[in-house]
Every structure is written in structure tokens, then in C-alpha cells.
T-cell receptor, first 113, second 112 residues
Framework: EADIYQTPRYLVIGTGKKITLECSQT?????MYWYQQDPGMELHLIHY???????EKGDLSSESTVSRIRTEHFPLTLESARPSHTSQYLC????????????FGQGTRLTVV | QKEVEQNSGPLSVPEGAIASLNCTYS??????FFWYRQYSGKSPELIMS????GDKEDGRFTAQLNKASQYVSLLIRDSQPSDSATYLC????????????FGSGTKLNVKP
């Protein structure tokens, strides 16, 4: 079944640790996105990609980095986690043909202690 | 000015009533519009997509688009307590073709 997967679902980690949040999709979509969302607040785009080897920063400044080496995979990395990074991170993808809908993964809830 | 504006609510309706959710967008070149439902602590789930002027119906949901007024709405008929969630309006295909623009969401409460 075509889908979009995020791992881990929940992560509690200490300050200063390096972390990578995984996002994979099996829908063959060229466009992928990372959003950050605090509880009860709006979505903020932090990174996006419209194909392999293309990445762009989003509207919200973020200390994270992303890579797009394979179409189906769009990991997000924090080199040194801080408590201010505590949030929910949502990955999404959409087809490149036309301005079609985005589908979201289940999200990763990150807590930095 | 945000690309997509929504009233944050909360919007409270009794069970069985029609809930009307609205949003406006600023990029006249936007081509596609979407409504997402987001339960607390969960990820957004696509409810409706609409690409041309007029109404589009799917079960209890009707999306309406008026490009001249740059206005999108979502009607939920026979509202149920399970419809209580935050509804996000989004646009795409405008001057930055690769990006989606989300509103801040309207919180809907359906009272039994």
C-alpha cells in the first residue's frame, strides 16, 4: 500500500545529541516537505525538496539540515539537539505533476531534555 | 499578510447542524485548494481538494471555491461530535509552485 512513513514516532533525547528523523514514501512523489508544529499552533515549513539532490529552506528558520539522495527518502538531521527543538515534526509528500494534494506522515514528537 | 487566512475559532455547532468554515487567500495565481482535518496530537488528514470555481461534494462535506473573491469554504452537514477537530485550509500552485500555504486552522467543536 502506498504510504508515507516517519520514524521514530516518539523520541526523548538529551541536549547536545545528534538525531536524524526518518521519512520515507512509497508513492513515487517528487516533492517532499518537513513541517514543525507546536501543540495547538500552526504548521511551519522548515525544508522542502522537489526532487533528488534538490533541497530548499522553508519559511521558518531551522538549525536542522536535510538531504535527498533517493526519491523515496527525506531525512532531517539535528546536529546538536536543544530543548528549543522540542516539537512535533511532520513530513509530507506530493506529486510533481500539477499542484496536487500533500499527504502527511504520522509525525515524530521530539522532546529534548 | 499571510498567504492563507482563517478565523481561528473556536466554532461551536450543535450535533446535526451545518458547520461552515471559511478561508481567504492572497495569491491570485493559486491553482489548487485543500481542506485538512487535524485531531489534537495527530497529523493533518486530507478531506477535500478543489481546483475550479463552484462546489464539490463528497458525502457530508462540500467545498466551495470562488476565485474572483479569493475565497474557499467547507460545509459539513449533519455535524457529528467526531468532526470536532482543527480544520486547515491550504493553497498551492501559485507564484512558488512547489510550496503549500497553510492557514493557521479553525477549531471546530460539535456539541452533543
Amino acid at each position: 500500500e502506498a504510504d508515507i512513513y516517519q520514524t521514530p514516532r516518539y523520541l526523548v533525547i538529551g541536549t547536545g545529541k545528534k538525531i536524524t528523523l526518518e521519512c520515507s514514501q512509497t508513492m513515487g512523489h517528487d516533492k517532499m516537505y518537513w513541517y514543525q508544529q507546536d501543540p495547538g499552533m500552526e504548521l511551519h515549513l522548515i525544508h522542502y525538496s522537489y526532487g533528488v539532490n534538490s533541497t530548499e529552506k522553508g519559511d521558518l528558520s531551522s538549525e536542522s539540515t536535510v538531504s535527498r539522495i533517493r526519491t523515496e527518502h527525506f531525512p532531517l538531521t539535528l546536529e546538536s539537539a536543544r530543548p528549543s527543538h522540542t516539537s512535533q515534526y511532520l513530513c509530507a509528500s506530493s506529486a510533481s505533476l500539477g499542484a496536487t494534494e500533500a499527504f502527511f506522515g504520522q509525525g515524530t514528537r521530539l522532546t529534548v531534555v | 499578510q499571510k498567504e492563507v487566512e482563517q478565523n481561528s475559532g473556536p466554532l461551536s455547532v450543535p450535533e446535526g447542524a451545518i458547520a461552515s468554515l471559511n478561508c481567504t487567500y492572497s495569491d491570485r495565481g493559486s491553482q489548487s485548494f485543500f481542506w485538512y482535518r487535524q485531531y489534537s496530537g495527530k497529523s493533518p488528514e486530507l478531506i477535500m481538494s478543489i481546483y475550479s470555481n463552484g462546489d464539490k461534494e463528497d458525502g457530508r462535506f462540500t467545498a466551495q471555491l470562488n476565485k474572483a473573491s479569493q475565497y474557499v469554504s467547507l460545509l459539513i452537514r449533519d455535524s457529528q461530535p467526531s468532526d470536532s477537530a482543527t480544520y486547515l485550509c491550504a493553497s498551492a500552485g501559485g507564484y512558488n509552485f512547489n510550496k503549500f500555504y497553510f492557514g493557521s486552522g479553525t477549531k471546530l467543536n460539535v456539541k452533543p
